[in-house]
C-alpha cells in the first residue's frame, strides 16, 4: 500500500505526482545483479563450514524469538527458530556455527516423542534453523521444541496437513496481513492463537521497513521501534527480530503452522521487481532486495528450498488439504514489471494494456494457470497480495485505478480471470491483503463489460494493525464499484474461514482498540460462497 507520500487525500487527490522513472526493466536488472559481486552459495556455505559447536555457551537465553512452524504437508512440517540472544542487536551470537536439537512429540509435555534429530544453525544465515520434519501422520497435531547447549526453547505445537485427495469434510484457518508494529499491539495475535485452525495463511507486510519519519501511522504512532528505514541486511535482521520480541505474535506461530507469502513493505513500499517505487537507483536497489530476502527467509517457517540464491527467493507454491481444498500461493512482487502509469491513483494509461505487463512474471502465471487447470480440489484459493477486483476510484469523475493493484494490470488480471471461467475451475476464491481494509467482491470474468459473468469471490482482509488512511472513503465508492459487496475501512483484525464440501464460509474478526494490546475481538460480519454458485453473500 502507498505511504502518505502519496496522495495524502486519496481518493479524490489531483494526480499531480511526478512520474517515477522506471530505470531499469526487469530483465536489465536480472542481468545486472548477475553481475554483482555475489555473495557464497548454499554449496560454498556448506563446502568452507566448520563442524557444528555442540556446546555453546549463550550470554543471555538463545530463543527470545520463540519458534514456529509452517509449510505443512500431510507427512511433515517445517520447524523454525533462530538463535539470537543479543535480538536487536544483529543476534549477539559468535561467528560459528552451532548445534541445534530438535525433537517433535505426540503430548505437550514430550512423554511421546515420535522424531529427533540435530541440525546447524549457521552464522551466514543469523543462526536460524529450518528444520523439514517428514515421516509424520496425516491431520494430526505435534509439539515440537529445540534444545542448544544447555538451553530449551519455549514449546510449539503444529499440525499435519489431512492425506493428498482424502476426503475431508471440515478445514479451519485464519488469513492475515499487515502489521506495522508502530501502528498499534497484536492483540488480534493473542485471540487469533486462541482460535480454532487447522493453519494460518499470512499474506504480506509481515515487517514494514519505514523509519519513524515515513510511517503511516506517523501522526499517531503507537509503539515506537528504533531505527530508521531498514536498508542493510542487519537492519533488516534487527526489524525482523523486534517484531518476532511480540508474545502475541510468538504466541500465534507457537500454535499453528503459517503458509506465508510477502507483499512490498519487507523490501521497501512499492517496490516492483528490481525497481524501487521510491527513487532507489539501481545499483543500490538490488543489493537492498538481497539483504531483505535473506532476513524474510532467516526468519519465517520456510522450506531450505526458498533459501534465496543470487537476488531470488522461490515463494509461489501450493497446497493441497484432502479432497477438500488447494491454495495456490503467489508472489506478485519479485518477478512484477515496474507500474505500467506509476503505482498511485491516476487514470489508466495505453501502457496498463500492455499484456507483456506482468504481476507474476510468464512463469509463475503458467504455473498458476497449469496448477488450477490440473487441480480436482472442490475449492481452489488464490492466496495473494494485492486486490483483484476493480477498484474505480473516483465517484462521478474520470475513471481512475490505483496503479500497484491488479488494476495497474488489467490484462494480466483477464488472463487469470477469463481462465477461471474458461476451464471452468470449481470454486475459486482470491484472498488478499495490503490495503488494511476488508472489501469483499464479486470477481468478473472482464469488468470492462457489465454484463461479464461472476467467475470467483475475493476476500481482502483488514491489517493486524496497520492503518488505512481513510477509514470512510469505502463506502463512498461502492456506487462506482457493485462488483464490490462489501466494505469496512474501520476495523482491525483477521479473517476466519471454515469450508466444508458445501459452503465456504468466512468470519471477519474485529479487534475492539488497535491501541490497546487488551483489546477484545468479535465477529463484525460473515459471509458465504456456495459450491458451485459462483457470487458472496451475507451469512
Ligand atoms: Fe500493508
Ligand atoms: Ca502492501
Redesign the pocket.
Known amino acids: 500500500?502507498t505511504r502518505h507520500s502519496q496522495p495524502a487525500t486519496w481518493p479524490w487527490a489531483p494526480t499531480n505526482r511526478i512520474a517515477r522513472r522506471h530505470l531499469l526493466t526487469g530483465i536489465g536488472a536480472a542481468v545486472l545483479a548477475l553481475s554483482l559481486p555475489g555473495r557464497p552459495t548454499r554449496r560454498a556455505v556448506a563446502a568452507t563450514q566448520p563442524a557444528p559447536n555442540p556446546n555453546p555457551r549463550f550470554a543471555a537465553y538463545p530463543f527470545p524469538l520463540g519458534v514456529a512452524s509452517g509449510e505443512p504437508l500431510p507427512d511433515g512440517v517445517v520447524l523454525w527458530t533462530r538463535l539470537a540472544p543479543a535480538p536487536l542487536d544483529g543476534g549477539g551470537m559468535p561467528p560459528e556455527p552451532v548445534a541445534v536439537r530438535w525433537e517433535v512429540a505426540a503430548d505437550d509435555g514430550f512423554r511421546d516423542v515420535v522424531q529427533t534429530g540435530e541440525t546447524v544453525a549457521d552464522p551466514f544465515w543469523a543462526h536460524s534453523v529450518h528444520v523439514e520434519v517428514s515421516g509424520l501422520e496425516p491431520g494430526r497435531v505435534y509439539w515440537y521444541r529445540f534444545a542448544a547447549g544447555a538451553e530449551v526453547s519455549p514449546t510449539g505445537r503444529t499440525k499435519t496437513a489431512p492425506a493428498t485427495n482424502a476426503p475431508l469434510d471440515r478445514l479451519r484457518f485464519a488469513f492475515a496481513?499487515?502489521q506495522?508494529y508502530q501502528a498499534g499491539y497484536y492483540a488480534a495475535h493473542r485471540h487469533l492463537a486462541a482460535e480454532d485452525l487447522d493453519f494460518v495463511l499470512f499474506l504480506?507486510?509481515y515487517v514494514?521497513e519505514y523509519g519513524p519519519q515515513n510511517d503511516q501511522a506517523t501522526d499517531q504512532i503507537v509503539r515506537p521501534h528504533p531505527g530508521g528505514e531498514t536498508q542493510t541486511l542487519d537492519e533488516y535482521r534487527n526489524r525482523h527480530a523486534l517484531y518476532k520480541l511480540d508474545p502475541d505474535l510468538q504466541a500465534s506461530h507457537a500454535a499453528f503452522p503459517w503458509i506465508v507469502t510477502w507483499?512490498d513493505?519487507e523490501v521497501q513500499d512499492d517496490y516492483a521487481g528490481f525497481v524501487s517505487a521510491h527513487g532507489v537507483p539501481p545499483d543500490a536497489f538490488t543489493p537492498r532486495r538481497i539483504a531483505a530476502y535473506q532476513a524474510y527467509y532467516e526468519h519465517l517457517p520456510l522450506r531450505p528450498s526458498a533459501m534465496p540464491v543470487g537476488p531470488d527467493l522461490p515463494l509461489y507454491r501450493r497446497f493441497g488439504f484432502g479432497d477438500l481444498a488447494e491454495f495456490s500461493v503467489l508472489d506478485t512482487r519479485q518477478y512484477r514489471s515496474p507500474h505500467p502509469c506509476g503505482d498511485y491513483a491516476q487514470p489508466r494509461c495505453a501502457a496498463a494494456l500492455d499484456p507483456a505487463a506482468t504481476m507474476t512474471g510468464e512463469t509463475q502465471e503458467a504455473w498458476l494457470l497449469d496448477g488450477l487447470g490440473a487441480s480436482t480440489a472442490r475449492w481452489n484459493a488464490i492466496a495473494q497480495q494485492v486486490m483483484m477486483a476493480q477498484l474505480e476510484l473516483r465517484p462521478g469523475g474520470r475513471d481512475e485505478f490505483w496503479g500497484d493493484l491488479w488494476d495497474g494490470y488489467p490484462v494480466a488480471r483477464n488472463r487469470i480471470l477469463g481462465h477461471l471461467q474458461k476451464a471452468k475451475i470449481a470454486n475459486p476464491v482470491v484472498l488478499t491483503?495490503?490495503?488494511?481494509s476488508t472489501w469483499i467482491s464479486d470477481l468478473k470474468a472482464n469488468f470492462a463489460n457489465e454484463r461479464s459473468a461472476v467467475v470467483a469471490t475475493e476476500f481482502v482482509g483488514t491489517?493486524i494493525t496497520?492503518r488505512f488512511p481513510f477509514p470512510a472513503a469505502g463506502s463512498l465508492l461502492l456506487p462506482e464499484n457493485p462488483h464490490i459487496r462489501y466494505v469496512d475501512g474501520e476495523s482491525r483484525g483477521y479473517a476466519r474461514c471454515e469450508i466444508t464440501p458445501e459452503t465456504w464460509r468466512t468470519d471477519l474478526r474485529a479487534v475492539s482498540d488497535v491501541t490497546d494490546p487488551e483489546a477484545t475481538v468479535s465477529t463484525s460480519a460473515s459471509f458465504l460462497v456456495e459450491d458451485g454458485r459462483p457470487g458472496v453473500r451475507e451469512a
Open positions: 500500500m496481513s499487515c506495522d504480506g507486510d514494514y507483499d513493505h491483503g495490503d490495503i488494511h491489517s496497520s
